[in-house]
């Protein structure tokens, strides 16, 4: 018999980084959350290298900027990414990409994107989410099943240390367990895509001191570009002497037993001192779960939605699920939340993932996309012709794919049922560029109010309602205190806020997201109070 465990609001299966990060919104939303996790708590290598954008404006809201920011990767090192016949051989083309220390701040972002591998996220993450005494995490703790009834979920959790069986009491499920997710098959919903594109293998090299042993200079990754076409990469991970080698293959069996040696020797062009950290085998696919939830359960990160890791999409759209949901859950387990907000977490997030999944998939088709060209190796003026075209080619295709600005910031939540529209054409969904908006839905653009203040760090502990003017805002705050909504009322005189808001009232969510906005106060402001709350019509 399973022994009773006690009651938690929130139950997260999967302390990954999308778990982690739902743990710490929770935690920091004052909501008592258990994260379970069935490996054990130790350092793995990194799936995720790079840390987007959007994600490190959510780690400004966190408090963690700081220690994402400066977790030790050279401030030096190139970004570039590099197309090579071997690290001796010729350099097809080169897509340029300045060094931290070089870069200056997004003009439409407080942050920028920026190398980070899980290796060093994930323990930031969990510290965070530690921090919070209301919040507990359980290493070697495996969801087993769970039961749903009109007032929880009954959940059975086995203890892999002692094997002992517990039952967990919560309110809510999130399933952030994974492409392999149990929260996902034990709800019966299925994923539609391409769930096997290739096959590919990753194996983690110790290389001391690689730079000084070839001619193309630092890089963040090397694209490994033969007569076959495009066969492999080669991505920094520490800025130092770790690095991640992919291959890439359709057969299976040709990975499984890769001569390592005579490849490497292929990418450096000979023989170069390296260790063996890690290697594993995995498929990549492209997928959308048909519902992102059922009832009190939710999926997130993997367990959703699967990308190919090309353009860093598959993490940062899971952790922009955990602050969708985060704020949500918060909202009605304290208790003004509508009947219908939890739903928009799959209205909102399911067709902006399936949007990223989408770029993630492009990013992968166009990094492959060097043609077969027998000659490539060839010291000859047609070996010249041949490896130009393919470089220019491989540059102009792949110099937007990293670091797409569109994709990251331009998401729009349109239409959704806690979206007031407002009549103003929808904006044009730009993957790459990314043009500042606040039409309702999108991401309430950034503008620095004074320098170092961003007026994103208003934003996330409840609604805010923007004033531009100094229209009496009394009706307003009266709704929302009636239904217990928390909302601050923040007075801006700010001329570039004033023209990029356009509007002389711009309500915010949690979350960031423009919910409502106007030139005077709506007529009837309980309705847009509860709109927003998701208890309307």
């Not at 938690?8 to 996790?37: C, K, M, Q, S």
């Not at 037993?257 to 498929?283: F, H, Q, S």
């Not at 600005?405 to 790459?432: A, K, N, Q, R």
Request: glycine share 10%.
């Amino acid at each position: 018999m399973a022994d009773t465990l006690r009651e938690t609001p929130v139950l997260i299966a999967g302390g990954g980084p999308i778990g982690l990060a739902l743990a710490a919104d929770l935690g920091r939303r004052g909501v008592a959350t258990l994260l379970v996790e069935e490996r054990e708590n130790k350092l793995n290598p990194a799936k995720m290298l790079e840390v987007s954008v959007r994600t490190m404006e959510f780690c400004r809201q966190l408090g963690i900027v700081d220690k994402v920011r400066n977790w030790g990767f050279p401030a030096d090192w190139s970004l570039d990414s590099v197309f090579v016949t071997d690290m001796q051989g010729y350099e097809l083309g080169r897509v340029r990409m300045p060094a931290l220390g070089e870069q200056a701040h997004l003009p439409v972002s407080p942050e920028r994107g920026m190398p980070c591998p899980q290796t060093w996220f994930d323990p930031i993450l969990q510290e965070h989410a530690r921090s919070f005494p209301h919040v507990t995490l359980r290493h070697q703790t495996k969801l087993e099943s769970f039961v749903q009834d009109s007032d929880g979920v009954t959940a059975t959790l086995q203890n892999l240390d002692s094997g002992r069986a517990e039952t967990v009491r919560t309110q809510y499920l999130v399933g952030c367990d994974g492409f392999a997710s149990t929260v996902r098959a034990l709800l019966g919903i299925e994923i539609r895509g391409e769930p096997h594109i290739d096959w590919s293998m990753t194996i983690y090299l110790r290389i001391p001191d690689l730079h000084k042993q070839h001619d193309k200079g630092k890089a963040f990754r090397y694209v490994f570009v033969g007569p076959e076409g495009t066969w492999s990469f080669l991505s920094i991970v520490d800025g130092k002497d770790l690095w991640r080698l992919q291959l890439v293959d359709l057969d299976e069996g040709r990975l499984q037993n890769a001569d390592i040696p005579a490849l490497m020797r292929r990418c450096m062009g000979g023989d170069v001192a390296y260790t063996i950290e890690d290697k594993n085998l995995w498929v990549r696919k492209r997928t959308v779960a048909d519902r992102f939830m059922d009832r009190r359960v939710f999926l997130a990160g993997d367990a959703a939605h699967a990308h190919p890791p090309n353009g860093g999409l598959g993490m940062n759209t899971g952790i922009q699920d955990a602050f969708d949901l985060g704020w949500k859950l918060a909202a009605v387990l304290d208790g003004w939340g509508g009947e219908g907000l939890l739903e928009t977490y799959d209205i909102e997030r399911r067709p902006a993932s399936a949007r990223a999944a989408e770029v993630s998939l492009k990013n992968y088709r166009r990094l492959v996309s060097a043609a077969q060209r027998a000659e490539i190796y060839s010291p000859t003026p047609e070996g010249d012709v041949a490896r130009r075209a393919i470089g220019e080619r491989l540059v102009e295709e792949n110099e937007k794919t990293w670091q797409p600005v569109g994709v990251h910031l331009g998401y729009i939540y349109h239409p959704s049922p806690i979206v007031v529209p407002d009549g103003s054409p929808m904006p044009e969904d730009d993957t790459f560029g990314y043009r500042p908006t606040a039409f309702p839905g999108a991401r309430a653009p950034h503008v620095w109010l004074a320098p170092g203040n961003s007026i994103l760090d208003l934003f996330g502990d409840g609604f805010l309602l923007l004033k531009f003017s100094d229209l009496p805002t009394n009706g307003i705050e009266r709704a929302a205190a009636s239904r217990g909504v928390p909302l601050k009322v923040y007075r801006i005189e700010h001329h570039e806020a004033a023209a990029l808001y356009e509007y002389a009232l711009v309500l915010v969510r949690p979350d960031g997201h423009v919910a409502w906005r106007g030139d005077s106060l709506p007529n009837n402001a309980i309705v847009v109070i509860d709109t927003v709350r998701g208890a309307g019509p």
